[in-house]
T-cell receptor, first 116, second 114 residues
Framework: DGGITQSPKYLFRKEGQNVTLSCEQN?????MYWYRQDPGQGLRLIYY???????QKGDIAEGYSVSREKKESFPLTVTSAQKNPTAFYLC???????????????FGPGTRLTVL | QKEVEQDPGPLSVPEGAIVSLNCTYS??????FMWYRQYSRKGPELLMY????GNKEDGRFTAQVDKSSKYISLFIRDSQPSDSATYLC??????????????FGKGTHLIIQP
């Protein structure tokens, strides 16, 4: 089955700790994305990557870091500098290239992070 | 400027009714428009993808885009209780073939009453 997997599904962290969220895809997509969703809010872009070893900040990158060492993987680290990290985190991927059909973003099941 | 307005609801309708969900946006640079369905505690699922003004139909779903009014809609015909979910509109600008993130509305919580 092709798709996007995120782990863990639920994650609890103490204040002051860094934590890393996993995102893996086997869709052979070049581009990958991280979004954050808060209750009653739409998704907001944290980071995205168009190609291996390259990534760009989104609208709310402060307190987060990413790496893209493999095409299939795009882990997100929530650092202690993130002031309000409790949220639902969603990973997505898409094909690159010309705009239009075939470049839609598909989402994983999400990781719910709670800071205690 | 990236702003998308969407009424959060909840919108409650009886089973079988036609549902109309809407978003407005302010930035005319948005060129690509999507509707996602999200069940509670799940990832969003892509329903419709459009990039030109007019209508696009897929089964019980019709997406409508009016770029001159900066207004998009999703219509659901013969609504079912299983359609109860949050519906998110999303859009993005042309990025020359490169990747770019989506800008989302806050989502409309839809309830279909049996």
């Amino acid at each position: 089955d092709g798709g996007i997997t995120q782990s863990p599904k639920y994650l609890f962290r103490k204040e002051g700790q860094n934590v890393t969220l996993s995102c893996e895809q086997n869709l052979n997509h070049d581009a990958m994305y991280w979004y954050r969703q808060d209750p009653g809010q739409g998704l907001r872009l944290i980071y995205y990557s168009q190609i291996v070893n390259d990534f760009q900040k989104g609208d709310i990158a402060e307190g987060y870091s990413v790496s893209r060492e493999k095409k299939e993987s795009f882990p997100l680290t929530v650092t202690s500098a993130q002031k309000n990290p409790t949220a639902f985190y969603l990973c997505a991927s898409s094909r690159q290239g010309a705009q239009g059909p075939g470049t839609e973003q598909f989402f994983g099941p999400g990781t719910r992070l709670t800071v205690l | 400027q990236k702003e998308v307005e969407q009424d959060p609801g909840p919108l409650s309708v009886p089973e079988g009714a036609i549902v109309s969900l809407n978003c407005t946006y302010s930035n005319s640079a948005f060129q690509y428009f999507m509707w996602y369905r999200q069940y509670s505690r799940k990832g969003p699922e892509l329903l419709m993808y459009t990039y030109s003004s007019g209508n696009k139909e897929d089964g019980r779903f019709t997406a409508q885009v009016d770029k001159s009014s900066k207004y998009i809609s999703l219509f659901i015909r013969d609504s079912q209780p299983s359609d109860s979910a949050t519906y998110l509109c999303a859009m993005r600008m042309y990025s020359g073939g490169g990747a770019d993130g989506l800008t989302f509305g806050k989502g409309t919580h839809l309830i279909i009453q049996p």
